[in-house]
């Protein structure tokens, strides 16, 4: 089983930018689909991005899609969330995930702790 540890959260004004990083432990990261989801409070946990296996393929949620990339570095088994242009509605708990592609959070068979993101306006 791989262990992730999200990192790179915090405190943003509105038009900012955050990087948020995943690193995993316990199995080569390279073998994984991985993605991003997020949850605000009182909210379901909800797909922001994702990436095949090598980089290739990426899929964005339309409420993030031309403002966050997704990439990753299988040599340092780390994956990124490069977020920009960030606004009030992103707040929430960031978590990385790995096992699929999908945008269905029941999809995926690992997750991380979280990182907070909070953007003031």
């Known amino acids: 089983q791989v262990q992730l540890v999200e990192s790179g959260g915090g405190l943003v004004q509105a038009g900012g930018s955050l990087r948020l990083s995943c690193t995993a432990s316990?199995?080569?990261?390279?073998?994984?689909?991985m993605a991003w989801f997020r949850q605000a409070p009182g909210k379901e946990r909800e797909f922001v991005a994702s990436?095949?296996?090598?980089?290739?393929?990426?899929n964005y949620a339309d409420s993030v899609k031309g403002r966050f990339t997704i990439n990753r570095d299988n040599a340092k088994n780390m994956v990124f969330l490069q977020m920009n242009s960030l606004k009030p509605e992103d707040t929430a708990v960031y978590y990385c995930?790995?096992?699929?592609?999908?945008?269905?959070?029941?999809?995926?068979?690992?997750w991380g702790q979280g990182t907070q993101v909070t953007v003031s306006s």
């Open positions: 990436i095949n296996w090598s980089g290739g393929w990426t």
């Open positions: 316990g199995r080569t990261l390279s073998n994984y689909p």
């Open positions: 995930a790995a096992g699929s592609a999908s945008t269905e959070a029941s999809r995926y068979n690992a």
